[in-house]
């Protein structure tokens, strides 16, 4: 596990968009990405699109797999992870929308939304670089404590912190939906690649218990420790308790 400690967030963005960018020009033919949603990776993306926009970075035939999705809002909905991956990713990043895929959280039959969501990535000949933050409690994707290590794509419930953490983007805490689809740790863990970023004192905890904590289903980021391609770019204030 490689860990960059930056002064500053935006920094962190830079230097993990650099790393992303590397793996997706070594890669002979199209990169296939595997992006997340949260505030963490905004920089990140954003110094990425500067590269699109330089001409550094030609990412037109790239793909992408999103980690999670909302059980019940339609991709419609503003804060779907299907609205925001589109928002922050594919425009940005001039990618194709037809080869950005989100699980279908609006599906009739989940299970079935889950293992297609699986083939596809199979198929598309499987990720190149994972993009991560990490939540404070330690979740990655929406992989909660307890999370098997080896768990693949599946309807999880999101737990209590979970959903206090992201009621901000909803109108109540009530309105914040109690499931989703993810992909598991097992389906990350099969990325060649791996860029976590993370930012601020509110996640120090979950960054200390990824990189040195036990390998443990109660910090499932910290199943990371056993994958041969991780680079950690972190600020200060996340680096504060290591
Ligand atoms: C969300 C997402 C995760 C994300 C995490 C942290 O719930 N499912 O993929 O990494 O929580 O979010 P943020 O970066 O906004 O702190």
Same mark, same amino acid.
Not at 35 to 41: F, K
């Given at each position: 596990?490689?860990?960059?400690?930056?002064?500053?967030?935006?920094?962190?963005?830079?230097?993990?968009?650099?790393? =992303?960018?590397?793996? /997706? &020009?070594?890669?002979?033919?199209? %990169?296939?990405?595997?992006?997340? *949603?949260?505030?963490? @990776? !905004?920089?990140?993306?954003?110094?990425?699109?500067?590269?699109?926009?330089?001409?550094?970075?030609?990412?037109?035939?790239?793909?992408?797999?999103?980690?999670?999705?909302? =059980?019940?809002?339609? /991709? &419609?909905?503003?804060?779907?992870? %299907?609205?925001?991956?589109?928002? *922050?990713?594919?425009? @940005? !990043?001039?990618?194709?929308?037809?080869?950005?895929?989100?699980?279908?959280?609006?599906?009739?039959?989940?299970?079935?939304?889950?293992?297609?969501?699986?083939?596809?990535?199979?198929?598309?000949?499987?990720?190149?670089?994972?993009?991560?933050?990490?939540?404070?409690?330690?979740?990655?994707?929406?992989?909660?404590?307890?999370?098997?290590?080896?768990?693949?794509?599946?309807?999880?419930?999101?737990?209590?912190?979970?959903?206090?953490?992201?009621?901000?983007?909803?109108?109540?805490?009530?309105?914040?939906?109690?499931?989703?689809?993810?992909?598991?740790?097992?389906?990350?863990?099969?990325?060649?690649?791996?860029?976590?970023?993370?930012?601020?004192?509110?996640?120090?905890?979950?960054?200390?218990?990824?990189?040195?904590?036990?390998?443990?289903?109660?910090?499932?980021?910290?199943?990371?420790?056993?994958?041969?391609?991780?680079?950690?770019?972190?600020?200060?204030?996340?680096?504060?308790?290591?």
């Amino acid at each position: 596990m490689e860990i960059v400690i930056c002064s500053t967030a935006d920094e962190a963005g830079e230097v993990a968009a650099a790393r =992303v960018a590397q793996v /997706a &020009s070594q890669k002979e033919g199209p %990169a296939v990405l595997g992006v997340a *949603t949260g505030s963490s @990776p !905004l920089a990140l993306y954003r110094h990425l699109a500067a590269r699109v926009q330089r001409g550094d970075l030609d990412l037109s035939g790239a793909s992408a797999f999103a980690l999670d999705e909302y =059980v019940g809002l339609p /991709a &419609s909905d503003p804060q779907s992870y %299907a609205s925001i991956i589109n928002e *922050t990713v594919t425009v @940005p !990043l001039g990618l194709d929308p037809a080869r950005v895929h989100v699980p279908q959280g609006s599906a009739q039959d989940l299970r079935q939304a889950c293992e297609d969501y699986e083939a596809a990535i199979k198929a598309a000949g499987g990720v190149d670089v994972q993009i991560l933050g990490i939540g404070s409690n330690g979740h990655i994707g929406f992989n909660e404590p307890t999370s098997s290590l080896a768990s693949r794509t599946r309807i999880k419930t999101l737990n209590e912190q979970t959903r206090r953490d992201n009621a901000r983007f909803f109108p109540t805490l009530d309105d914040v939906p109690r499931h989703c689809l993810t992909q598991g740790l097992g389906t990350i863990m099969d990325a060649r690649a791996v860029v976590l970023v993370a930012q601020g004192e509110g996640k120090a905890d979950a960054v200390a218990g990824l990189i040195e904590g036990p390998v443990s289903a109660m910090c499932p980021g910290s199943v990371l420790q056993l994958h041969r391609t991780v680079t950690v770019v972190i600020d200060e204030a996340a680096a504060s308790t290591l």
